[in-house]
């Protein structure tokens, strides 16, 4: 950079205020009214000659507005006038980059004035830290669109910014990179103008008769929940948990198919199969895809490296805080450390189980083959399909636009008494609410509607399976339930004040004749496994001989069973 150029752009930045005090949050357009606009031509030309050195070195939208916007309007200038300060804009701009250097000049500068350090830090408290691509902060939606291949940020007070000077609107943008934006612009521009409005309870019925065309359930009420998880995938940032969906069954039972049809139409869809680490971490924090993720028991079987780094994902990413850290190699070869959002809904299919962790995180959706006499529609991409996708998005867009703080605000204001009919435990109450909050919306009529009762009681036979489905699979609780009965049936070598002791053998025998625990070859197994229940192993003399024996309290074998297998049923 030349020194000329150098000096300039540090006078630009110290131009000294006259007059009256301007008000002004942005430090150029400050600098530029803080000018006496009475001041001689010859005199305005030399102080706006440096301030126009020091757009050189700033962003060229950013630049070409304060002279367009700013200077025109505070000194009154002609055409003739304002295109000469853009000629000149131009040519030190061109001079600017033939050094090489050419930087983002920072708008203002940090001084080491402790007063002036303490004003800098509550400037920016004001500031908002936006996902570009969807987040509500302080009452506002935002989705990222593109205007000839251009990022803008668009707002729920229809608000249209460019990400060039989201700062200059207060919002600092988490990152400046969105691959998919799905909202037309056709319905874009209409929105803006104010022409576009959407009837919430008619959208939903369209959205679930989509659905219905093309996929069969015996239960009707997965048409009712489908059609909401769709709707919120627009607005999920409102809420601080959104829930996981699993599609549980055999094949040709139209799992993969629903996710396909799902993944037109819910919030930048998309249907992984197999997908690496690095594109699941930068499409879910940067596109805030809905992942669609097919043949999910596959990731058992991958690499151990990958695999974990895609649990860490799934394990986090149903609530809103969730993130992941990771250790990047930067261009120069050295690490650092990123982070990552994991929020995003997230929908899985496959046939066997899944992991723990992730059932706690997940509504469960059991389907079945069909019948030769359930008879849906085949799916097939047209025209007619395609426009009806867009369509669709358009409104679930706007849907999200004008709703999503009447949704924020109610669900802020939600404490347990006030979900108390649900009858369901929090962690089951925080991913089914959501569903309640959109259910409300659609029934639209103030008071509990039909929606809204299915879904209470579509919840709570969910929550009921889910637990049984927990008693049958936990080891621990089976540990439990076989303990307790042997308990009941053998007589215990000895039994002092609650500790009981059993022969291993005896007890090892008992463990073999049941259900749950007869695949056990070695002793050894099941003394390794019932440590997790407080059960302890020893060796005592009985008959002039030393054998290896159980022991355990019974007030600790009543308190965890309390705790794990009451609780689950």
Not at 261 to 278: E, K, Q, Y
Not at 528 to 552: A, H, N, Q
């Amino acid at each position: 950079m030349s020194k000329a150029l150098d000096t300039a752009a540090r006078e630009a930045m110290e131009i000294d205020y006259k007059g009256d005090e301007i008000e002004c949050s942005d430090p150029w357009e400050a600098k530029i009214r803080a000018i006496d606009p009475n001041i001689s031509a010859v005199d305005r030309a030399k102080k706006l000659k440096t301030i126009i050195q020091g757009l050189a070195y700033l962003d060229t939208a950013y630049a070409e507005a304060l002279i367009h916007d700013t200077i025109e309007g505070h000194f009154g200038l002609n055409d003739k006038e304002i295109r000469a300060f853009l000629t000149d804009l131009s040519r030190h701009r061109k001079i600017v980059e033939k050094t090489g250097k050419k930087q983002d000049q920072p708008a203002t500068q940090i001084s080491d004035s402790r007063d002036e350090l303490i004003e800098q830090l509550k400037s920016e408290t004001n500031i908002v830290a936006v996902n570009p691509a969807q987040d509500f902060y302080n009452g506002k939606m935002y989705f990222a669109i593109k205007i000839k291949g251009q990022p803008y940020l668009l707002s729920s007070e229809r608000e249209l910014i460019s990400f060039e000077q989201a700062e200059k609107y207060g919002i600092s943008l988490k990152h400046k990179i969105v691959d998919t934006t799905r909202f037309s612009p056709d319905a874009a521009a209409r929105y803006l103008e104010g022409d576009y409005r959407v009837d919430v309870p008619e959208l939903y019925d369209r959205i679930c008769e989509y659905i219905k065309r093309f996929v069969f359930f015996t239960d009707q009420r997965w048409f009712y929940f489908l059609g909401l998880w769709v709707m919120g995938t627009y607005l999920y940032k409102v809420f601080n948990y959104y829930p996981y969906v699993w599609l549980h069954a055999e094949k040709q039972s139209g799992k993969s198919l629903l996710m396909k049809i799902l993944s037109r139409i819910a919030f930048n869809g998309d249907v992984l199969i197999h997908p690496t680490a690095a594109v699941v971490f930068r499409d879910v924090s940067q596109n805030s895809i809905s992942m669609f993720i097919d043949e999910v028991e596959q990731l058992r079987k991958q690499d151990k490296d990958l695999h974990g780094d895609i649990m860490k994902i799934l394990n986090s990413g149903f609530e809103n805080s969730g993130v992941v850290k990771r250790l990047e190699q930067g261009k120069g070869g050295e690490w650092v450390l990123k982070v990552y959002s994991a929020y995003s809904p997230k929908m899985f299919a496959g046939i066997n189980e899944i992991h723990d962790v992730l059932q706690d995180r997940t509504i469960e959706i059991k389907m079945l083959r069909k019948k030769e006499d359930e008879v849906v529609e085949r799916y097939k991409e047209n025209a007619s399909l395609l426009e009806l996708h867009r369509s669709i998005r358009d409104d679930l867009y706007v849907f999200a636009l004008a709703q999503a703080h009447k949704i924020a605000d109610v669900y802020q204001q939600l404490t347990s008494s006030t979900e108390e009919g649900t009858g369901l435990p929090d962690r089951e109450l925080d991913i089914w609410e959501p569903m309640f909050l959109l259910s409300d919306l659609v029934d639209g009529d103030g008071i509990k509607g039909v929606i809204r009762y299915s879904m209470e009681e579509l919840s709570q036979d969910s929550t009921k399976e889910k637990h049984d489905d927990s008693l049958f699979h936990n080891e621990t609780c089976k540990l439990l339930t076989v303990t307790k009965g042997m308990v009941e049936e053998l007589t215990p070598l000895e039994d002092s004040n609650g500790m009981l002791v059993y022969k291993a053998d005896e007890a090892f025998s008992y463990f073999k004749q049941s259900e749950e625990f007869s695949w056990l070859e070695r002793k050894n197994a099941l003394t390794v496994r019932l440590k997790r229940i407080k059960v302890k192993t020893e060796r005592v003399r009985f008959d002039g001989k030393r054998i290896p024996v159980y022991k355990l309290s019974s007030a600790d074998l009543e308190d965890l069973y309390g705790r794990y297998v009451d609780r689950a049923l």
